[in-house]
């Protein structure tokens, strides 16, 4: 079981980055996935899920309305479309399995995290 995420880089304020994580091990469809960030001196927290039921995705106040998650199952790939970023949304960015609370304690798998940077 294992997650990869990608995508990270360094954008300016406004801008946009799509963040993708891969799935391999395990049969993806059979599991709730969230994306985390977290920032240098700063505890994890949670970004975004997507229910492995029906779909139901849930975000954090603070990106509501500028990103968006989704997934694709052939693929086995679960992405953030992250939108309008500001220079707080600069962190180090996790994709997760198992859950789709906002409690990182609540996931039992993690990928190994991609940084996005955003310049002000």
């Known amino acids: 079981v294992q997650l990869q995420a990608s995508g990270g880089g360094l954008v300016q304020a406004g801008g946009s980055l799509r963040l993708t994580c891969a799935a391999s091990g395990y049969?993806?469809?059979?599991?709730?996935?969230?994306?985390?960030?977290?920032a240098p001196g700063k505890e994890r927290k949670f970004v975004a899920a997507s229910s492995r039921n029906d779909g139901s995705t849930y975000y954090a106040d603070s990106v509501k309305g500028r990103f968006t998650i989704s997934r694709d199952k052939a693929k086995k790939m679960v992405y953030l479309q992250m939108n309008i970023l500001k220079p707080e949304d600069t962190a180090v960015y996790y994709c997760a399995a198992g859950s789709v609370q906002s409690d990182p304690k609540l996931y039992t798998t993690w990928g190994q995290g991609t940084q996005v940077t955003v310049s002000s």
């Not at 469809?29 to 969230?34: A, E, F, I, N, R």
């Open 27 to 38: 049969t993806f469809s059979w599991y709730d996935m969230g994306w985390f960030r977290q």
